[in-house]
Structure formats: C-alpha cells, structure tokens
C-alpha cells in the first residue's frame, strides 16, 4: 500500500475492509503521515499538531489544578471535565465534545493515541468525525479490537458509510460489541432499517441507543419485530424521536414476549395519556421490564390515574420517572402520596433523586433518594 493509494481511496473508507489486519498496522497507520501531504481538502499537519497540544494544555491544566481541588466538592466537577480530555486507563478512553473531526481523528491513530487491541470504551459522542471519520474508527475496531463494552460515537454527523461498516461489524459477529449509542446522528427511518439487520443477526449486542435520529413509524415496527425475537437487549433508549401516540404501539407490541429487556427510556416523544393504554397491554403481560423513563411528554394527572392502575398490576417495574409531563401543580403532592401504595418508585420531579453518572458515559442509571 503506497502513499497514492491511500491518497485515492482516503474518501471510499469501505476499500480498506480488504486489507488485512497487519497491512493496516503496518503500512496504513505508519504512512497516515502521507495522508495529509497529499490530501488538499485535509488539513495541513501543523495545525494538526496545534490540535494535540491544545489537548495536552487541557490534560496538564487539570494535573496542576488536582491536587487544590482534593478536598474540595468542586473536585468532582473538575474530575468530569478532567474525564473528558484525558485517556482514564488503557482500557477505557473518553474525548467527548473535543472537537474532533476526521483529520484530526486520523492524526490521532497516527500518534498512537488509541490501542484498539485492549481499549474496551470509547466514547467519542458531541464530536464532528463525519460519515469518513466514523467509518474509519469502526475499520479500525473491526481490524483490532476483541470486545467493546460500550462505543459511543453519538452527534457526530455519521452516515450512509459509517453505517456499512457498522453493519458489517454488526452481521459478522467480529467484535464482541456490548454496548452502542447512535444518538443525535439524524439517521432518519432508512439508515436504521438498514442497521437493524445487523442488529438482527448480532449476538452480543446488548445495550442500544438510538435517540434523537429522526425516527418514526417504519423505526417503531421494526423495533417491535426485533423486541419480539431478541433475548439479548437489556437497555433501549429511543427518546426525541417521532412514534407519538399513534406509532409506539407497534414497538410495544414487540414488547409483550420479550424476556430480555430491562431498561426502556422514551423521553421527549409528545406521548399523552392516549398513548398509555399501549402500556396497559404491554404491562398487563411483560414480566422482565424493571425501569421505564417517560420524562419530558405531555401526560396529565388523569394520565397518571390509568398508570397507577397499570403498576399496580404489574410487580416488576422498580423504577419509573415521570419528571417534566404535564401534571397541574395541585396534584403532585396527591401523585407522591398515592405512589407510596405502589411497589415502582415514582419520580415526579427532579429534586426526588440525584443523578450521580452520566447515562452515556457509564451506562449506569440513577441512584435514587429513599
């Protein structure tokens, strides 16, 4: 692999899932230097570098700042920011909001920044890797890595390309992939229908976030097929999505059967309390549901008379929030009283718990106030 060839095929990412493993570590990766000598529309390695120093200030700025901060509760603030620029472990790698693109991204396997060998997180979400970018990144793990317990590379603007490879990875079983967030990449119906035949046939796959993509009915009746069959899906998030009330039924309906699913979060999807007689079915018979978020809808006190209905039919749901629906002031005191009857703990109102994670970073959910 010569320096012209990987100058001609540097926008066609997919030609590099013919080369073997040691071909891109030996060649590709070693010649990246080249890409960005002959690439006009990449930019120049100058300001590349520029890049990596900025990063390493931010790393180094924190170092200095920690051991003011040991004692104190802004620590933990300063920690999760720390956490944001700087590689925590060998295994786990977090850059988020780092603005990244590809080149940048590419510079960045060129200086040995990742081991896709052994990093076993990598959460790149609120980037701009592009479709080129993301479909690089996913050659990569394809090429190296074993196990990938959680890959976030949400908001990232990722496309048609990235998307091929994922579902190569996806449909191959190459990586032992756990855990996945797509949010906030405006997928659209098409994109996600194509992924969710590699969804389909993956076998390891247990952690999905697909919120905020534009998805709508065809998204929702998929969902439902694949819910029906899955025995692996523990934790789906599909929020700021387009189902409403007359489209979240088909992927509820999958629900029913389904013995694996655990988490279900459908925030900020217009739901009012049409859409709960959906749940009453799906509730009425699911046994393995524990934690459901309907955060941010629009349902009401009446609403929440015909949920209280449900829960108390249902033992399994622990936890539900409900935090930002339309209840009139006058009966959230009532809510809380009457939630006491019921085994799910209900959240009303953000001030009832602490969020201490964050959902995407950790995959860990909420730790709740007694």
Known sequence: MN???????INNPKNYLNYSSSDLSIKYINELKNIFK????????SLLEQFERDLNIKIKSFE??????????????????????KEVSNEKII???????????LYLIYKKYFNFGIIHELNIEHNNLGDIGGAYLLILISKFSIKI??????????????????????EKNS?????????????????????????SKNSFLNKLFINDNDLGKITSVILGSILKYDKKLKFLDVSKNYFGDENIGYMLKGLICNTSLETLIINDMGLTNKSLRNFET??????????????????????????????????????????????????????????????????????????LTSLNDNLNLFEYLE
């Open 282 to 355: 799906t509730l009425g018979i699911n046994t393995t549901l524990k934690t459901l978020f309907l955060e941010r809808n629009k349902l009401t006190y009446k609403g929440w008379r015909l949920l209280s209905d449900i829960l108390n039919k249902n033992k399994n749901i622990e936890y539900i929030s409900l935090v930002g629906n339309n209840f009139e002031n006058e009966y959230i005191n009532l809510i809380i009283e009457q939630q006491r009857q019921i085994k799910a703990k209900i959240i009303t109102k953000t001030d009832y718990f602490i969020q």
């Open 64 to 85: 200095l700042m920690k051991s003011s901060f040991e004692t104190s509760t802004k620590f933990i603030d300063k920690l999760r920011m720390y956490l944001r620029w």
């Open 175 to 199: 990586v032992r992939l756990l855990g996945l967030s797509l949010g906030g990449n405006k997928l659209g119906d098409k994109l996600f229908s194509d992924i969710s035949v590699g969804i």
């Open 149 to 170: 317990d959680y890959l976030n590379i949400g908001y990232n603007k990722i496309g048609k390309q990235t998307c091929e490879i994922l579902i190569d990875i996806l």
């Open 95 to 105: 850059l988020r909001e780092c603005d990244i693109n590809a080149e940048k991204f």
């Open 3 to 9: 320096p012209s060839n990987i100058s001609s095929n």
């Open 38 to 45: 002959f690439q006009d529309d990449f930019i120049n390695s």
